[in-house]
């Protein structure tokens, strides 16, 4: 089935610094989701771009999709100690499909 | 606010062993979801169910039953666990099927076979 690929798989960066992470995917959708999973915990959902849209901001979050290249990008500006954790990307279609994610540390 | 409740946390099974994963959401959600993670693998769709009284295989379907036990409760239940079923399982909801609903999980429960 479809899944979203990830990269880079692993990011450290120092506090204070931009994180971008990128998601690319092979077939049509419907829209594009982010989620964080902070270790040991569930997902949590942190942002949706649907397909018709091609930026979109929450925070000190912002997501781009570019639909004629099949890829979106997560970029975290300013990023804190707290935004260590696992970023993924999920494509929904009929259902929803992760990605493997992209381990972000964050050091203070 | 609970949200999604998994239970157990952690469990150790034997080869051969049966038991069930209990999901339970306070949400009033219809959908309700079971992934599997493995290490690098992202999750992967075990089963899930769109509404009560409904429940549809997922990608990794094979190896797990499940049952919505009403709108709340989804379990997942593997009749004879072998090692390859080693993993972390997170339930999820969400309020409709409409794929722009965000899923709400719980926070796992890790599984080890030996």
């Known amino acids: 089935s479809q899944q979203g690929e990830e990269d880079p798989q692993a990011l450290s960066i120092q506090e204070g610094e931009n994180a971008t992470m990128n998601c690319s995917y092979k077939?049509?959708?419907?829209?594009l989701q982010w989620y964080r999973q902070n270790s040991g915990r569930g997902l949590v959902h942190l942002i949706l771009?649907?397909?018709?849209?091609r930026e979109k901001h929450s925070g000190r979050l912002r997501v781009t999709l570019d639909t004629s290249k099949k890829s979106s990008s997560l970029l975290i500006t300013a990023s804190r100690a707290a935004d260590t954790a696992s970023y993924f990307c999920a494509l929904a279609g009929n259902k929803l499909t992760f990605g493997g994610g992209t381990r972000v540390l964050v050091k203070p | 606010n609970a949200g999604v409740t998994q239970t157990p946390k952690f469990q150790v099974l034997k080869t051969g062993q049966s038991m069930t994963l209990q999901c339970a959401q306070d949400?009033?959600?219809?959908?309700m979801y079971w992934y599997r993670q493995d290490p690098g693998m992202g999750l992967r769709l075990i089963y899930y169910s769109a509404s009560e009284g409904t429940t549809d295989k997922g990608e990794v379907p094979n190896g797990y039953n499940v049952s919505r036990l009403n709108k709340r409760e989804f379990s997942l239940r593997l009749e004879s666990a072998a090692p390859s079923q080693t993993s972390v399982y997170f339930c999820a909801s969400r309020a409709g099927q409409g794929n722009e609903q965000p899923q709400h999980f719980g926070d796992g429960t890790r599984l080890s076979i030996l």
């Open positions: 077939t049509s959708i419907n829209n």
């Open positions: 771009i649907r397909s018709n849209e």
């Open positions: 949400m009033n959600h219809n959908s």
